[in-house]
């Protein structure tokens, strides 16, 4: 979508057109009026195509579900519900499959020792468990609605990170060349070699175990990838005739950047983008199953993590393990399938022929 | 001969990147305004005589420049853990053989089955089962990888009772071939998790780069030539396809080696990535610094093998 | 007896949108020993005729018609008798010699390769020295077997492409734009060689091009294609020299010649582009940019009418002077 301010024609009006402030004149427009006027319709023709991609819709729909139970998760239980002191205050039975269930009373047999679990059904109501109650008896699917939130945010905001500093140095280094591209492509380079995992690791624990350090951790160890792919399109952009008559023209390297660059490296970066948070999710979910993650806070990689602890997998408890992995994997999956029909959108030449 | 000049400035490459991981490994204990030693014995509880002592071990009471000298002229000087005051290259060397049995086989198997399926794939392009394996692939690629592993235990080991559900071996006593299907029993969740894990995303690649070089002109010429389909793809299609294979393979080797320790840490398999998992868990800042060296040493030496093998296989590149 | 008989040959791609025709009915006829020039822009069929003549055309591909060579129908074969012609009889140098050959496998072993397919004795020794014999028939240096494609440069390559051709001694080749992605020195080396070998191993040979004058050099005859059809055949020089079909005319006109001042004051380009195969226009599929287009043009289509000494044009205005002149 290369937009070139200062060559436009005056467009004529559009009744087609939502207006856009004040009252126009009859034939004259700024060039400020025609760029957005073209971007709307750049956005619209992009959504008609996008609607045409099964694969993206699904995607799509399943993202919005996902968004929508993170956003009302107050509605399905009180954010307290989450806690283990709550779960043992409601006395909540530990360990249940799901569906109903009771309370439970201990009876302790006085000649063997022996404690033994009975399900009360007479002193306490009956109680609907879903998806089942984990290893301290709050339902699993208080957990997988309020884990959303964290686990999303977490992925979303790692992944504005991650693309600030990678598309900034890839951007950076296309552009200037030189100098600043040799060292920032070894920069690059050198972080692409670390395993992830390895940087994670010692940097979380360097930096200690809260949200702010997870996400920092996620961005430090993904940016490389970003970055290099950013800095060759941004090679191939930065050759072509209208960057270099801009420069001639007198524009500053500042408004060659955001005028012409960048929005030419947009549709990449956005497909880029969409990609980074399925990954940013699913490395979130790695290192808070690895115990680095906010033990504060609840979301599925952290799920996962106790019911390992608890011995949940030896122990059969399908309930506990299952929910969290499959919304994992389904999120990972919808942001994936919307990603790749971003690029065949943006990129024609991976349409199917 | 371009190949010697080649092969030296790998070489060189891999030995300047080791030397900034060191380096990394280096700062990043001290780029923090606290004491870094202080940052490492947070877990534990020291007295002010045992911290001033483990001070002078780290030679944290020398000027910056010495200590990094020290650092860098010593680099397999790895200390002692705290959690069991062994020194820390003992605690690893013990568990070096599970994990590279691990990952070994898994890293052989998933390449070879994601090149066949790869080839067949592409060879089907389009036809039910192509889609149905890339829907498949796109499945497995978002699942995390130690989730799946919980999964197969729970289903076959916990539930079905067909494998065991933890360890490397059951019988330490074991001798000769019973001793190896021990172990092969033990292996087979771990490596069937870690395997399908990336055997879809090598069989992706391959059936890309074959659809792509089957698109290239001395493919036709070698059909003019009278050779038939299979040959052409044998001999023509698909050695000029493996190329990028063997760039990939090596770029997820970080990617498998983190997978493992997730992996490892489900089955309670005494390898390295278990090792790991303990060492986040008890603070043990010595181990910690010396896996990440030998995973970012792992991957620089693979990285190098794959570089020497695709200047093997492609004449082109050793010119360049 | 011609060793190669084109009748009727209707070639259809399959694509999403449709069969797309590519040849709409195609005679043609080569002689042993003759060589004949196929000339067209891009898009007019010519490239697909030679994929046809060794069967080279995707599956799905709709091909009509008869193709003899030697007096055996191509498109009738079963694959094994096919695999054993293709080359041994026939061979193609491919448009774009630049990507045809495997980047991974020494030159020499391609050329070697050609032959054993077709050794049943798959004598190795033997296809090797023949394969350093025929790179110096083509005027490389015998120790080129041992390079690698891209050590080579562009002529150099071309000029492998053309060793692997000849590699089985086939009694026709079809050249298909030898010399379209070369420099222009390097262009008269490898025509120049390609002459000569026709002339001394008396191959037949169908050169494919979009240049005119390149073809009077090599060809004994002519044939011009234009959307999927031939609009002109007859002798090169005849051809070239006294077109008989305006596509021709302007087909040659397209070339400047060096010192032709009149040329370059008024370049005579053609206008418009040739036309989509899915909407080839009604009558003489030539109409909307002939110059010297009339009324009947766009009504009634041509077919080849005599237009002189084993000439001929699918042009209506020699239509109407075969007539004229007979009444």
């Known amino acids: 979508m290369p937009l070139e301010p200062f060559d436009q024609q005056p467009v004529p009006p559009d009744s087609a057109m939502p207006d856009s402030g004040p009252p126009l004149e009859e034939k004259k427009r700024t060039p400020r009026q025609i760029t957005r006027a073209r971007r709307r319709r750049s956005i619209s023709r992009f959504w008609r195509q996008y609607r045409e991609n099964r694969l993206g819709m699904v995607g799509l729909v399943v993202l919005a579900f996902f968004i929508l139970i993170a956003i009302f998760a107050p509605v399905f239980a009180p ?17 249940v499959p799901p569906g109903y269930h009771c309370s439970q009373i201990l009876t302790t047999d006085p000649e063997t020792g022996l404690v033994t679990r009975v399900e009360d059904c007479t002193t306490s109501p009956k109680v609907f468990y879903p998806l089942g109650t984990d290893g301290s008896g709050r339902s699993v699917s208080t957990l997988i609605v309020w884990g959303a939130r964290i686990s999303l945010i977490v992925g979303l905001v790692a992944t504005v990170m991650t693309m600030l500093i990678g598309a900034g140095i890839g951007i950076a280094a296309g552009f200037y060349g030189g100098r600043v591209d040799s060292v920032l492509s070894r920069l690059t380079d050198w972080f692409l070699v670390i395993p992830w995992i390895a940087l994670a690791i010692v940097l979380a624990s360097v930096l200690g175990q809260s949200l702010f350090n997870i996400i920092l951790v996620i961005a430090v160890t993904s940016w490389a990838v970003t970055a290099r792919l950013v800095r060759a399109q941004a090679l191939t952009v930065v050759t072509r005739p209208y960057v ?110 | 001969m371009g190949s010697r000049r080649y092969l030296l400035k790998k070489i060189l490459q891999a030995f ?18 606290s004491d870094p030693v202080a940052n490492m014995t947070k877990a534990q509880k020291l007295t002010r005589a045992e911290s001033a002592a483990l001070r002078i071990e780290f030679g944290l009471d020398k000027p910056m420049l010495q200590q990094y000298l020290i650092y860098i002229t010593h680099p397999f000087n ?23 049995l691990l990952v070994g086989i898994s890293t052989i198997l998933s390449t070879i089955f994601g090149v066949l399926i790869g080839i067949s794939s592409a060879w089907r392009r389009g036809s039910r089962l192509d889609v149905n394996w890339l829907v498949s692939t796109m499945t497995f690629y978002s699942m995390p990888d130690f989730w799946f592993g919980m999964m197969l235990l729970l289903a076959f080991a916990a539930t079905l009772h067909w494998f065991p559900i933890s360890g490397y071996m059951g019988d ?24 399908i ?48 294979i063997v760039t990939m393979v090596i770029l997820y080797f970080g990617y498998v080696l983190g997978g493992a320790v997730g992996v490892e840490t489900v089955f309670s398999y005494p390898g390295l990535g ?47 | 007896m011609s060793i190669l008989e084109i009748r009727d040959l209707h070639i259809a791609y399959s694509t999403q949108a449709g069969p797309v025709p590519a040849v709409r009915g195609v005679d043609l006829d080569i002689a042993h020993g003759e060589v004949v020039g196929l000339a067209g822009e891009s898009g007019c069929g010519k490239s697909t005729i030679a994929g046809a003549i060794l069967r080279l055309l995707p599956k799905e591909t709709e091909i009509t018609g008869r193709i003899s060579l030697e007096g055996e129908n191509i498109l009738d074969m079963s694959w094994g008798q096919l695999r054993s012609v293709r080359w041994s009889e026939a061979s193609i140098i491919f448009q774009g010699a630049l990507h045809g ?67 089985c001694d086939p009694k026709i080749v079809i050249a298909d734009e030898p010399t379209t992605a070369l420099d222009v020195m390097v262009q008269a080396q490898v025509l120049n060689l390609l002459k000569d070998l026709q002339r001394d191993l008396g191959l037949s040979l169908i050169f494919i091009t979009h240049d005119l004058s390149v073809l009077v050099d090599v060809c004994d005859k002519i044939a011009v294609m234009y959307a999927g059809r031939i609009v002109e055949e007859g002798p090169a020089e005849a051809v070239f020299e006294t077109p008989r079909h305006p596509y021709t005319k302007a087909l040659g006109a397209a070339f400047p010649e060096i010192g032709d001042l009149t040329y370059r004051m008024s370049p005579t380009g053609l206008g418009g582009d040739p036309p989509d195969p899915m909407l080839i226009p009604s009558g003489c599929s030539f109409h909307p940019r002939c110059p010297s287009a009339f009324a009947d043009c766009s009504g009634s289509e041509p077919t080849l009418y005599p237009a002189g000494d084993n000439r001929r044009s699918a042009c209506l205005l020699v239509d109407q002077e075969n007539r004229k002149a007979t009444t």
């Not at chain 1, 954010?79 to 360990?95: H, V």
């Not at chain 2, 659809?211 to 036709?220: A, Q, R």
Request: hydrophobic residues 45%; proline residues 6%; contains cysteine.
């Open chain 1, 79 to 95: 954010k307290s519900a989450t806690t283990e002191t709550a779960a043992a205050a409601n006395d909540q039975p530990i360990l």
């Open chain 1, 244 to 353: 270099e008559r801009a420069r001639a023209l007198g524009a500053s390297n500042w408004h060659t950047i955001t005028r012409h660059v960048l929005p030419n490296l947009f549709p990449i970066i956005f497909a880029n983008t969409i990609l980074t948070v399925a990954l940013s999710i699913l490395a979130e979910a790695t290192l808070s199953f690895l115990g680095l993650g906010d033990p504060l806070s609840v979301s599925w990689g952290t799920i996962l993590e106790q019911a390992q602890g608890a011995g949940a997998t030896t122990g059969g408890q399908w309930w506990w393990v299952m929910p969290p992995g499959l919304a994992i994997t389904t999120v990972v999956l919808a942001f994936t399938m919307c990603g790749f029909a971003v690029e065949e959108i943006s990129n024609p030449r991976l349409r199917r022929r």
């Open chain 2, 16 to 33: 300047f990147t080791m030397w900034f991981v060191l380096t990394m490994n280096f700062f990043l204990f001290r780029i923090l305004p």
């Open chain 2, 78 to 100: 790895w200390g002692l853990s705290f959690q069991s005051s062994r020194p820390v290259a003992d605690v690893i060397g013990e568990r070096v053989w599970p994990t590279l």
């Open chain 2, 172 to 195: 330490p006593t074991a001798t000769g071939w019973g001793h190896i299907v021990d172990v092969a029993r033990h292996l087979v969740l771990p490596v069937t998790t870690l395997t």
């Open chain 2, 197 to 244: 894990g990336y055997l879809g995303e090598y069989s992706l690649i391959m059936r890309s780069s074959l659809i792509d070089v089957m698109n290239e002109d001395f493919v036709g010429v070698a059909r003019a030539k009278g050779l038939p389909d299979r040959l052409v793809r044998r001999r023509h299609a698909v050695p000029n396809a493996l190329l990028p």
């Open chain 2, 274 to 320: 278990k090792l790991t998992y303990e060492a986040i868990d008890q603070q043990d800042f010595p181990v910690m610094q010396a896996m990440f060296l030998l995973f970012s040493a792992a991957v620089i030496i693979a990285n190098l093998i794959a570089d020497i093998t695709y200047g093997y296989l492609d004449p082109r590149v050793r010119e360049a």
């Open chain 3, 101 to 167: 050959l495997n980047p991974v496998q020494r030159v020499g072993d391609q050329i070697a390769e050609a032959i054993l397919i077709h050794d049943p004795k798959k004598n190795e020794k033997a296809a090797s020295s023949r394969a350093n014999e025929l790179i110096e028939q083509v005027k490389l240096p015998a120790r080129r077997a041992n390079d690698y494609p891209h050590e080579l440069s562009g002529g150099q390559k071309q000029r492998i492409m053309i060793a692997m051709a000849l590699a």
